[in-house]
Structures are given as C-alpha cells and as structure tokens.
C-alpha cells in the first residue's frame, strides 16, 4: 500500500486554482512512520500531516474511514493542507500516504509526480466507475491516458478495472511496487530524486506537460459538474449503484 | 487466427453514423463453428451470422473468398447484419471472425473491443500501405495510433509492417495469442468480461475514448474520399499498385 | 554509441522549411568508417559527408569537438550538408552519426526514423535541460512525448533523465543497442529496410504522423524564440547554469 509521487495539476486545479507547491509526493501506506526528527505535527481531523521541515518533506495521511472517501469534509481538509505547506517555503516536497485507491483515490495517485504501492493484494489501483453503472470524468479520463496510453485506458474504463500490484505496474499505473514496510523509505529516496532538480525548472516542465489537460478541465468545468449531477441523478442510474453496493453487502456476508 | 474484439467508432461511423450496437466483438478465425445452441443462422452470401440468442451474443463470419476483401457489397452486408442485430434487444455482443487482416481488414479488428490472433504464422495483421505505394487514410493512421503509441505507428505505417502472432502481441497490435482451436473458446470468454459491465455505462465511457478521432473523421470524410480517388487514380500510383501485384504473382508462381 | 533513424521533421523545419531528401538515417559512432566504395567526402570542417553514391546512402559525421555543440556555424553546415544531398537525386538516405547525444543532441536524434545505440555506458541520451536549471522547448518535449509516451516524457522530462543505453531501449529513446563496433553494420542494414518502401508512399505516410507536431513549431517559432532569449537571460538563470557548470568542472577535476 504504497505510492510516492507529487500531486500536481488536475487534482489542485479541482480543488483550487493557482497552487505553487513546488513538489508533492505521494506515498501509500497504511502503517503510520512515527514521526520523523523535529516533526510538529498538524493537520485535521483527516488529513493527517507529519512535517520534516528539515529535509523540506511533509508526509500526509489520509484518516478517513473505513474507506477514505472522498468527501467535500475531507477535500476542503486535504486543501488546506496542502497550502499550509506551499505557503510555508521551508517545504518542497510531499509523500501523500492512503489505503487504497479506486476512482477518485486512483486520480489523487495519477495527480502525483511518482506511484508506489505496496506489494500486497489487497491494494487495488484504478478507475472502477462503470462497474457502479456510471462514467468517470472526462479529466479522469485524461490524467488516465497520460499516464498509461490510449488503448490500455480505454480496455481500463470500459471495464472499471481495479489492478494488483503487480498488473499495476505492469501497465504504468504505478511507478514501483515494494514490500509493505519499504514503502515509506522508498518513498523518501523517490522524492530526493525530484528535489535534486531546480525548483523553478521542474515547475515550468512540469506545467508545460500538463497545461493541455488542467486547462481543459478548467475550461469545461462548470458544464461537466451539471451533466454529473443531471446524470447521477436519474432514478436509472441511482438503481444501478444501489445494485452494486447491494452486491458489495452480499460479498462481505 | 483468432482476434476479439468489439466493433465500434471508426470503422461504424464510416459505414453508417448512430450505430447503437451495445458491444461488438471481433473474433478471428478460420474454423467455423458449428452454430450453436437454438442459433438461426441468418446472413448474406458474404457475412454470416451465428445468433446465441440466450447468450446474447452473434459470432459473424467474413466469407468473401478469396481474401475477404472489403467491397462495397461487402461492406453493405455487414453493416445489415449488424443493424439487424442492433436492432433486435436481445444480442448484447458480437464476435467478427476472419482469416487475415492487412490494411483495411487491420481497421476492422481496431475498431473492436478486443483482438484475439491464432497462434499461427500465416495469420499476420498490419496497415501494409506503403509496400503498395499507397498511404493510410489519416483515420487508419489515428486508429493505430490510439491502439499501439505514435512512435510503433509511425515505423509500421512508415514500413508498411505486417506483424505475424507474437510481434503483433508485442507491440499492441492485439490482446492476445492463442493456439487456433483455442481462438473461439477465448472470444467468448473474453466477450463475457464487456458484458459484465451495465451498458450505458460502458457505452459512454467507449464514446468518451473514440469520440474525437470519430468525429475528426466525419468531419474530414468528403474530402478524404476526395483526396483518395484524385491520388489512387495517378497514372503513376496505379504502376506502383501494378508492380505490388506483380511482385506477389511471382512470390506464389 | 551507434543511432539509425531518417532526419525530418522538427528539426528540419527549424533550420529550415520544405526540406525533400527522401530519407535521412541516423547513426550514433565515434569509429568513423573508411570511406566506402567510390566515395568522394565532402563537408565542412564540422560536419563530414561520405556518399555511397551507389548505395544512395551517405554517411554523415559530426565532428564539433570537444562534444558536438550544435553551434550556428554547426547547424548552418548540417543544413547545407542535408541540402547538397537533397538535391542530389542519387541519394535516398542519410545515417547521421555522433559520439554523445544529450539536450539538442537528443533531438536530432529524436527527429530521425531509426535510432542505434552503442552499448557502452559512456553513451547516454535525454533531455537534461531541467539539470541545467533550463527547460526543454515545447517542441523538444512533443518530439520526445510522441516517441516514448506522455508518462515517460513527463518523468524524463521533469528530472532531466539522461538514459544509458539499457534504459535508453527499455524506455523506447532508441530502437536498437549493439556492440560498438556493430553500430556502422547495423544502420546499413536498418536504412535498408526504408529504402525498400517507395519513396513517395514513406514521405506522405511520415509527413501525416509529423504534421501536427511541425505545424505547432512552424506557428510558435518567433514566441518560442522571443521566450528563451528573455528566460535565458536572466540573472538567476545565468547563475544556475553557471552552477550546473561548475558542478561539472569538479566532476572532472
């Protein structure tokens, strides 16, 4: 359960324009590092933040349960996270830490500069919508293909695949697969990697591969959050996903 | 000679816009299989239909000897056929079969959901244009594209490769390899896992990944038919044409 | 250190536009080869041209030490060399050989149909600019995304990866790694395989897979140009080259 990368543009552009955290790294795990040397730590209710103001790293945790939905609560928190961190110039990199990561989870994870997960069946990666009946986001879509090519995401969405680890990394959607308990320490040495570059240089590079993508979503914003909720709205669509969380309940018992 | 996969975008908007055929899979193989349980066999004297009503699903055989060619009564057939089965509730999948698939054959199976290729080295596929001193239409090239990267695109069009079984698997070109008795069994296996998932969810989410190279080609469609006649007719591309002919009489004689 | 690949393109409609020679291949070697069969050398002082008039291929070396800058005077004679053979209707390819391909190297090597690899680690290749504290121009980046993927390109990109030549083949960067002395044998036998396809069927098919990316440039040149000269020059930029360069310096020393 683990995923380092740094989040940037389509998830910060969802949330708020204008982020200038200069690299977040996201991590997955779910066995929380006791906080690193001089680390205060802060953070909400669920979004959990362990600084190292030191080597200029913050890792965040996300404490959500049981499933770490994604609620507007729990967004609004990751948010105000993260520009704590970016209005704080002793920080230039974050390790974003999770349990799993399906739909929106896997689009935090595609939103990060590096992915790494760990070696454990149990952590499934990927955009799973149309097994609930309904369509992930065009930018969604997007972020999919940038990371893994057009004809493995399309094979992906129709089928609303969730990938182990090794299947994940075998198609791109993570970067690197580790046992369990190196997964923070994996982490740590995958973000070195982008902190030894000169900030400004990544920053510009990075926005230079992702403006077509950010802009595009930024653009078509508003109408994609009126067709969503028109869609998910309609008494159809409302049954297909009680359907399946009804199928969820009977796998469990 | 076995190839999954289902039928939709390109070459459907080519043949008649709105096609509404919830999942169209391509199989491609050479033994036909004797209809199956309840099946009506229905089709023209170049496209032959084996409707599994209780399944859901039709396999469609190209019988149009001696290479399948892609006439334009080929072409009518198949797409009655598939109306035919668009239009009856109950088929919810199609499996194409076929013996080979250069060029435009190599389309078709693009088109689909899914590519199963026997295990069999007479059973190449690829756009082998420029061996004919041809070239591509720009939707064959964008299909490709899509299905295999920019970078293999650009050196298969460029050299015209027919890929045999397993370079084919390798860079993209279908989904899987599989011994020739095994093509049929594997095309129905693989048509269950599209059929798994609800299918408007899955029909929007495949419209979401074709739409732009689809529409690209409606809009474009009048003048690429126009530029295709005005270069196919040269006196000089007709002698190249010739020579390709002439080539391949002396490889058999 | 051994590159095959055709010259066109980008690099092309940079020094200059409506270039015709049919097919320009790239190999990478220091182990300059004695001169072929009735091969009159031509060139300039940093650019040596051995025609194989009969072959239709000649062989062009870069020879700008102490590591190929590719200075005005440089690309001036590249242009001028690419020109004379263009205009000569007995050549119909071209193997460009160098000893070292980072940054702009990289391109040229990027812009070519085939690329050969010496395997030696003292050969690597990328896009490093972002080490620099610089960044690579949007068309780099498009030449570079189209040839090994919006993922790779992103992470090669943002951490100015230099590739050896192990990870140069794995990651797509070039199409061949072969002992050294293998390299000049194996660009002949790979430009082989795109003279045999008619000329004017592998230009088209090359121009439509290479259109949108050289439109791109043509149409944001002057802004392109204006941007660096302006970035380039500013005080912190000139000082973070300096730094990058110093670091150098005390590498070697």
Redesign the interface.
């Known amino acids: 359960m683990a995923l380092v990368a740094a989040v940037r543009g389509p998830v910060r552009v969802l949330l708020r324009a204008g982020a200038r955290l200069p690299g977040a790294a996201l991590g997955w795990t779910e066995r929380a590092a006791g906080g690193g040397d001089g680390a205060r730590r802060f953070g909400s209710q669920r979004v959990l933040v362990e600084p190292d103001a030191g080597a200029g790293v913050a890792v965040m945790k996300f404490k959500n349960p049981p499933v770490n939905s994604l609620s507007l609560e729990f967004l609004t928190e990751l948010v105000i996270s993260l520009e704590k961190l970016e209005n704080d110039k002793s920080f230039r990199g974050v390790i974003l830490t999770s349990g799993a990561c399906p739909a929106g989870g896997c689009l935090v994870a595609l939103s990060c500069?590096?992915r790494i997960l760990a070696d454990n069946p149990r952590y499934c990666i990927g955009l799973n919508?149309?097994?609930?009946?309904?369509?992930?986001p065009?930018w969604f879509?997007d972020t999919l293909?940038?990371?893994?090519?057009?004809?493995a995401?399309?094979?992906a969405?129709?089928?609303?695949l969730l990938f182990p680890p090794a299947e994940a990394l075998q198609v791109?959607l993570v970067?690197q697969v580790v046992p369990e308990e190196q997964v923070q320490s994996t982490a740590l040495s995958a973000i070195a990697?982008?902190m030894a570059?000169?900030d400004?240089?990544?920053q510009?590079?990075?926005a230079?591969?992702?403006k077509a993508t950010a802009s595009r979503l930024i653009t078509q914003r508003d109408a994609d959050v009126q067709n969503f909720v028109s869609f998910i709205s309609k008494d159809?669509i409302q049954k297909?996903l009680q359907r399946y969380l009804q199928r969820l309940k009977e796998k469990k018992g």
Chains 1, 2, 3 share one sequence.
């Open positions: 500069d590096y919508e149309t097994q609930l009946g309904i369509i992930a065009f879509k293909e940038n990371t893994i090519g057009h004809r995401a399309e094979r969405l129709q089928l609303g791109g970067d990697q982008w570059i000169p400004h240089a990544r510009l590079t990075k230079m591969m992702r159809s297909s």
